[in-house]
């Protein structure tokens, strides 16, 4: 017994050792002063000032209505001129299906956007709720925004895949941002990434969800979720052969190159989207740089452990390519081991302490994440011991999927067989 406790102390203790040590490439995004210089950001701030001054069209506030502060307010519009000298174009594409309740905020979020030209292509995806009636009344009051809508799903593609594919193809800008419909963005996110990308000749930029848990159980899950992801955005940060990494959230990536990879035409069946076109990027050759995204991007999901484990019923057997034998091993083994580190320090040997200890190792790297995150302790406290209801999601995803021979997404129900055939790998 005490080989299996020893062996089950080294793995959470090379796990904890291995997420510091990438931690400190998985940072957030750097602040507008950080990446330009004194000169350039000098120069913005001045076309800033002249475009805030010149007339333009009014648009109506929604922060009171909202209940936001600042953000959508035509004080901030007037900070964002559609049209102004030097700014990079940028098309935002976004898919939205039955978003009645977010789709306003996330579209003045967006509107709101500072030091970037900016059209919003807006794809209703088959909606039927008032989503469409909204999304035409902001375009009535804004010229930057333009609206499609999808009536029918053609043969072979998925939902949001299919609408995205529509919206990038009407792009007009130099770069396309593809984020989600419930996801709010601060409003120098977006020159931010834009600055970045030039300073690191990057072709895609990628920031992971924020979220706002409403329960400490809600921070430690996505705690949990970046401690599966550390190393990953580190490995792209430090441009590895095999590295790469999208968030749906957001993911910015060069017009020319996304035509080039060939962009959702590729992704047609792909359930994870966002993530696999950061590897149509990585093997076109291009360079990718991601960060934690935080309160950069905002979305209104998963606030709790409860609610995350019904919205990765999609993902997590997607993301192993649709193989039963390792989700049911990590589904089954990975709560298995957490138990035998749990009930380690209650054995009396040194061995079982050891692997209880090494457990609450991970403590370490969540609390330098949740610090990064503007979080307290609580939740990275709590993160060891989310970790068997993360693997229980992988096992429910398979579960799920495999029982009802699919997955239901967006109203939308596809057989496993054409998931398998046509994804990409």
């Not at 292509?121 to 469409?132: E, F, G």
């Not at 430090?238 to 060069?254: C, E, I, S």
């Not at 209880?356 to 990064?372: F, K, N, T, V």
Request: charged share 20%; with cysteine; aromatic share 8%.
């Amino acid at each position: 017994m005490s080989f299996i406790f020893a062996g089950v102390a080294l793995l959470f203790f090379v796990k904890a050792v291995s997420s510091v040590f990438h931690a400190r490439w998985a940072r957030r995004l750097p602040s507008w002063e950080a990446t330009c210089s004194e000169r350039v950001c000098a120069r913005t701030i001045n076309r800033e000032a002249s475009a805030a001054a010149a007339p333009r069209a009014p648009s109506p506030p929604v922060g009171e209505k909202d209940g936001m502060r600042g953000i959508g307010s035509s004080r901030d519009l007037e900070a964002s001129p559609a049209s102004a000298p030097d700014f990079i174009r940028c098309s935002v594409v976004l898919a939205a299906r039955n978003e009645e309740d977010r789709i306003e905020r996330t579209i003045r979020h967006l509107l709101g956007q500072r030091g970037v030209e900016i059209e919003i292509l807006a794809v209703d995806d088959r909606s039927t709720d008032r989503t469409n009636e909204i999304l035409q009344r902001i375009a009535a009051e804004d010229s930057r925004v333009r609206v499609r809508r999808v009536d029918s799903l053609p043969n072979g593609w998925l939902g949001k895949c299919h609408a995205c594919h529509v919206g990038a193809s009407a792009a007009t800008g130099e770069w396309i941002l593809f984020t989600d419909a419930d996801c709010w963005l601060k409003p120098d996110v977006l020159a931010r990434a834009l600055r970045v990308a030039n300073r690191e000749r990057a072709d895609h930029v990628a920031l992971t969800p924020g979220v706002a848990p409403e329960t400490l159980a809600g921070q430690a899950w996505h705690l949990a979720f970046l401690l599966t992801i550390v190393d990953w955005i580190s490995r792209v940060n430090h441009d590895k052969p095999k590295a790469y990494l999208g968030m749906g959230a957001f993911n910015l990536v060069r017009a020319e190159v996304y035509r080039a990879c060939g962009g959702y035409e590729a992704l047609r069946l792909t359930v994870l989207d966002d993530v696999r076109l950061g590897l149509l990027v990585r093997r076109s050759g291009k360079r990718t740089r991601a960060f934690i995204g935080g309160d950069d991007t905002e979305c209104h999901w998963g606030a709790t452990a409860r609610s995350m484990i019904k919205i990765m019923e999609k993902n997590y057997f997607a993301a192993l390519d649709y193989r039963a034998v390792p989700a049911f091993v990590l589904g089954l083994g990975g709560p298995a081991v957490c138990a035998v580190a749990a009930i380690g320090p209650f054995t009396g040997t040194l061995a079982g302490l050891a692997a209880g200890m090494a457990l609450l190792s991970l403590i370490w790297p969540s609390a330098l994440l949740a610090r990064r995150l503007g979080w307290g302790w609580g939740g990275a406290v709590l993160t060891p011991f989310i970790f068997p209801v993360l693997f229980y999601s992988v096992l429910n995803s398979a579960w799920v999927t495999l029982r009802q021979g699919g997955i239901r997404w967006r109203e939308t129900f596809y057989p496993l067989h054409l998931l398998k055939a046509g994804g990409v790998r």
